[in-house]
């Protein structure tokens, strides 16, 4: 596609529930990279893939988060019993090669868990 | 870890002023971006410069890499580049992950 798509773009659930957010990046990008934006901490890093392979996990804030990522393309980004702390925006970035390229962001989704 | 600090926090024009935004860090760096955050939320690439100076229309940028520090200028300001402007920094075989300035919020009155 044209730019990096992000869906559902609004997700709202109940604390407790999981849920599944997706990332398709610009056709041709090996690197894939998943940030988090929320008010109190800015944007994190959260974990990036090249090809299918998650090389650097370190952002992701606990064991109820994780991420794959198929074919080199389409991630998925799972978080499982889903709290409060939770809530944010969800950003997806793809590059070229990854270490030393300018990524390019999707619009996000925009989870609030109650 | 490395920091990235961006002045001023908060920065309020009147259409057609100039401005300069800042951006320091403590590290040598990989690759620095600027980016516009749009006021949907998009976050919209401005500038790929590890190094050197570019431009691109009302809006340009210099990093001095050995000094680390990094400059965004916008001129005639307009109401649409109303948001706020993130820095952001990859160090050295980290795999490209960026690190984030707070961001300078931006505000252009007509």
């Known amino acids: 596609g044209a730019g990096v798509s992000q869906s559902p773009s609004n997700k709202v659930t109940e604390k407790g529930k999981d849920v599944e957010l997706r990332c398709d990046p610009i056709s041709g990008h090996t690197a894939l990279y998943w940030y988090r934006q929320s008010l109190g901490q800015g944007l994190e890093f959260l974990i990036y893939f090249q090809g299918n392979s998650a090389p650097d996990k370190s952002g992701l804030p606990s064991d109820r988060f994780s991420a794959e990522r198929t074919g080199g393309s389409v991630s998925t980004l799972t978080i499982q019993r889903t709290q409060q702390e939770d809530s944010a925006v969800y950003l997806c970035a793809s590059s070229l090669y990854g270490q030393g390229q300018a990524q390019y962001f999707g619009p996000g989704t925009r989870l609030l868990v109650l | 870890g490395i920091q990235v600090e961006q002045s001023p926090p908060d920065l309020i024009l009147q259409e057609g002023a100039n401005s300069t935004l800042r951006c320091n860090f403590s590290?040598?760096?990989?690759?620095l971006q600027w980016f516009h955050q749009n006021p949907w939320g998009q976050l919209i690439n401005l500038f790929y410069?590890?190094?050197g100076t570019k431009q691109n229309g009302r809006l340009s940028a210099t990093t001095v890499a050995t000094e680390r520090y990094s400059l965004l200028y916008i001129s005639s300001s307009q109401t649409t580049d109303s948001g706020v402007y993130f820095c952001?920094?990859?160090?050295?075989?980290?795999?490209?992950?960026?690190?984030f300035g707070q961001g300078t919020e931006l505000s252009v009155k007509p």
């Open positions: 410069i590890p190094s």
């Open positions: 590290d040598s760096v990989n690759n």
């Open positions: 952001a920094v990859e160090t050295h075989n980290q795999g490209g992950k960026l690190i």
